[in-house]
């Protein structure tokens, strides 16, 4: 280890750590760790953090990407739903980095999706970026959570199965489009951000793996709650086949309603949701 830098970790710290703990990676908790230290640098690079940024990682785990991001200068607060492993990191930390490095480290215990931005203060500001290679199967959630929940969030980098990565990133009339990519415009501009091998994780995850950057943007203006054009971009999509005019006779009352609010935001009824921006669906709610 350098005197300045976090000694990152390959597969046999990853094993002996692993071993000496007895973790036992589950499905349920997305328990696959990243034991490749060039693909944690990688993604500290793609998140484009510094010195200046406080970021909160997801599903730390072992550390791994943790390590990574305390190189960059930045102050990470993790926030790890298995107490087992929120309990061991401190440690894990503070034999790897210098102690003026581990002091830019702290660990709240939590479900992701029901932690308040209060809770992720440090010095009395909130996170300014979100990196994590989340737990798969509650990505999307967790990541519309934060979006929601700490509006100093201004970009991140997160990894997730190839598949829901495309979702995010997907544009309007592309074959991924749907409720994710629409409702992750609402606050950022995404875009996917690379391809990930199997084979740097540790168990070899059955799916491949995609990164999305995300940067902050403000969201479209309209005289309507967020809630209320969420509500219409989930009524489209549940029945993404039909016309909208058709798709959104519940939402609006009758068809014919939801034809008037169609035709008053601009947009023809015949149309399907999957061609809608989501200045588009706001402007909708907005005419209902
Ligand atoms: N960051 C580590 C790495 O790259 O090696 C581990 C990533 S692993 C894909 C996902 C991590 O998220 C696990 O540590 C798991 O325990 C944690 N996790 C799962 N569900 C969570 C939730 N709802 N809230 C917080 N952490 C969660």
Same mark, same amino acid.
């Given at each position: ?75 990470? $607060? ?154 219409? $971009? ?55």
């Amino acid at each position: 280890m350098s005197t300045t830098s976090p000694a990152l970790l390959g597969p046999a710290d990853i094993r002996q750590l692993a071993g000496r703990l007895d973790v036992r990676p589950t499905k349920q908790l997305g328990q696959n760790f990243v034991v490749d230290a060039n693909t944690v640098r990688r993604i500290a690079r793609l998140a484009e953090i510094g010195p200046d940024d406080l970021v909160t990682e997801i599903g730390p785990g072992l550390g791994s990407l943790t390590l990574a991001l305390l190189e960059t200068g930045a102050q990470v $607060v993790a926030v790890e739903i298995d107490p087992k492993l929120a309990a061991e990191l401190p440690a894990t930390i503070a034999t790897r980095c210098p102690p003026e490095v581990a002091a830019r480290f702290s660990i709240v215990e939590s479900d992701a999706l029901l932690v308040q931005a209060a809770q992720l203060e440090v010095d009395g500001r909130t996170p300014t970026a979100v990196v994590a290679n989340l737990p798969y199967n509650v990505a999307v959630p967790v990541l519309l959570t934060l979006l929601e929940r700490i509006p100093t969030l201004r970009s991140g980098l997160v990894m997730v199965q190839a598949e829901v990565a495309d979702r995010l990133a997907a544009r309007p009339g592309e074959k991924a489009y749907g409720v994710p990519s629409v409702k992750a415009a609402w606050y950022a501009d995404v875009r996917w951000a690379g391809a990930v091998s199997r084979q740097v994780f540790w168990p070899v995850p059955n799916v491949e793996s995609g990164l999305v950057q995300f940067t902050a943007r403000p969201h479209p203006v309209a005289d309507v709650s967020r809630e209320e054009v969420f509500a219409c $971009v989930d009524a489209a999509f549940a029945q993404r086949r039909k016309t909208l005019r058709a798709a959104l006779a519940g939402w609006a009352g009758s068809a014919d309603a939801a034809e008037a609010a169609l035709r008053k935001a601009g947009i023809d009824p015949k149309t399907r949701g999957e061609r809608l921006t989501v200045e588009q669906f706001a402007a909708l709610a907005a005419a209902r």
